[in-house]
């Protein structure tokens, strides 16, 4: 195995002896007293070491690796140390040891400390390595996100989670050095499964300074000392801060960034039954489905230059083109081939053949795009889409920049403009509409507890599940707007309506194949779309 590959596959990045130290010092200045002290994947044993000085009075120290060549180097230093017959090193694999057997053995209360692999589970599955936990749900992910991405998960979060399941029936503390992302997934998941946690802390550290790398980390404490306590953690800004500048928790089933902002604005969390968040377009072929314009054609990623249909073709925005400030209209266009997802594409044959052309002699490309999302789906099939992707204006904001900033997005050019799947939006179905609500999203109060959980470290730190838990109507009630909110509520519920009497009458039309499409302003092509017409011919 090369020496990077090997980094890389196991998470081996060496803690420095004096962020170790550092680290052991801030366990100290907490008042944390073991009697024994882990260091479950202890590489060269920077913290071993440093919690020998550190914790004079305890009497058992520990360390664990796979590598042998570091215990060995480990077991020369220790044997200077005056305290090397209460040192035990064992050569093992995290994944396949008994644990309890091996803290059944230990005075409590016992101090679980170390810097576990920054890894994660996609990277080893690349990797092909050996080096995994078993794979199971242990997120409990479902539908959706375990097929797109979201079940990938870091190591860390796996072993620290094994750690608080060792400590469920003893007493101590955990001190890790983590992803700040990993830490906040870990504690998230002890605070919902109501695990025997006193208080919790963070400490951010500098990633870049001891292992230039660029992530947001700290040094993640657990006190599991006495009974369950709140679930707030105080975050320091460095090792040696003594006073929290922040306070993160979890409160109503949320993660929060900053609970003194949710608590002020808690009432407007709530169910939101008028507006629904949607996410833009999903087609993972950009080479293909994306075009920038040159007179009456289109020209593609692989530097081509096609002419289809204007039909299938709508003027797009990504993230980049609305999350620097400035609407970018008409830098791009994307091939929409669907317009509900499972509609059958065979359609395109007929009423679009250069598209068709298009599309098949693109097939090989488009049909590897490795997502299961597009599996037992027809041919050319995308994600993402329906009805509201043709809605003539959206309340749009980036899913990637930070920056909490909603945009109205306007037709462009007579078209409807769709997004891709980096942007969430609200459709809207007037100018009118776009402007009162992104008027209310852009507010204040809006802001303050939209922020309140938001971590700008994520790579994608505004989510759909995030914003929708943003209640319109509680809003509106704040600012005092509730009547403008009403009336257009009811119009949408009214269009709700129409569509469903619409849809009855399509399904009619398309069974007795008698049927054709009156186009209006942002809803071409869209055949779900209320305001277009069925036309018996």
């Known amino acids: 195995m090369s020496k990077g590959k090997q980094k890389w596959e196991y998470g081996d990045f060496q803690t420095p002896p004096s962020l170790a130290s550092a680290a052991i010092g801030a366990l100290v200045r907490l008042g944390v007293k073991p009697k024994s002290v882990v260091e479950p994947t202890c590489g060269k044993g920077s913290f071993l070491q440093a919690a020998m000085l550190g914790f004079p009075n305890a009497r058992r120290f520990v360390g664990i ?29 995290f994944f396949l040891l008994n644990w309890d057997a091996i803290l059944d053995e230990l005075p409590l209360p016992v101090l679980i400390v170390g810097n576990p692999p920054w890894v994660t589970s996609a990277e080893l599955g690349a990797l092909e390595s050996a080096n995994i936990p078993t794979k199971s749900n242990f997120q409990q992910r479902r539908g959706y996100d375990a097929i797109t991405g979201k079940s990938n998960f870091d190591i860390s979060e796996w072993m ?30 002890a605070w919902k499964h109501t695990s025997r946690i006193s208080g919790a802390k963070m400490f951010m550290i500098d990633v870049k300074k001891h292992f230039n790398a660029s992530v947001d980390a700290c040094f993640l404490v657990i006190d599991m000392l006495g009974e369950r306590g709140g679930t707030d953690c105080l975050v320091y800004e460095d090792l040696s ?43 993972d072929c950009s080479k293909v489905m994306e075009f920038e314009a040159e007179g009456d054609k289109f020209r593609n990623g692989l530097n081509e230059l096609v002419a289809l249909e204007d039909d299938y073709v709508y003027p797009m925005l990504k993230s980049s083109d609305i999350g620097n400030g400035e609407t970018r209209y008409g830098r791009k266009w994307m091939l929409v081939t669907q317009q509900y997802v499972g509609e059958d594409t065979k359609a395109i044959r007929r009423s679009a053949p250069r598209v068709w052309r298009y599309l098949e002699g693109h097939g090989d490309v488009l049909d590897s795009r490795g997502s299961l999302i597009y599996r037992k789906q027809p041919r050319f099939a995308i994600f993402g889409v329906g009805e509201y992707s043709f809605s003539g204006w959206k309340v749009a904001i980036s899913g990637f920049y930070k920056r909490l900033a909603f945009k109205l997005i306007e037709p462009y050019q007579g078209k409807t403009v769709v997004l891709d799947d980096t942007n969430n939006f609200l459709p809207c179905w007037s100018e009118a ?8 999203v852009n507010s204040k109060p809006a802001q303050e507890f939209l922020e309140s959980m938001i971590f700008w470290s994520d790579k994608r730190p505004i989510t759909i599940e995030i914003l929708k838990r943003l209640d319109l109507h509680a809003l509106s009630r704040e600012l005092g707007c509730e009547e ?31 049927y054709s499409v009156n186009k209006k302003i942002g809803y071409s092509r869209s055949v779900v779309a209320t305001r277009q017409k069925i036309v018996r011919r």
């Open 65 to 93: 690796d796979v590598n042998g060549r570091y215990l060995e180097a480990l077991s020369n230093e220790i044997q200077s140390s005056d305290r090397e017959n209460i040192v035990q090193l064992i050569r093992g694999d």
């Open 484 to 514: 403008e909110y009403q009336k257009f509520a009811r119009r949408r519920r009214d269009r709700e309506m129409e569509e469903t009497h619409g849809q009855l009458a399509l399904g009619i039309a398309q069974r007795t194949g008698k």
């Open 433 to 440: 509409e776009a402007k009162f609500v992104v008027s209310l």
């Open 160 to 189: 620290l989670l094994q750690h608080l399941e060792w400590m469920k029936t003893r007493r101590g503390a955990i001190g890790v050095l983590c992803k700040t992302a990993v830490a906040r997934k870990v504690l998230s998941h």
């Open 241 to 283: 801060a003594e006073k929290p500048s922040r306070v993160i928790g979890y409160h109503d089933g949320i993660i929060l960034s900053d609970v003194e902002h949710y608590l002020t604005w808690r009432h407007l969390n709530g169910v939101e039954r008028a507006y629904v968040w949607r996410s833009g377009i999903k087609h």
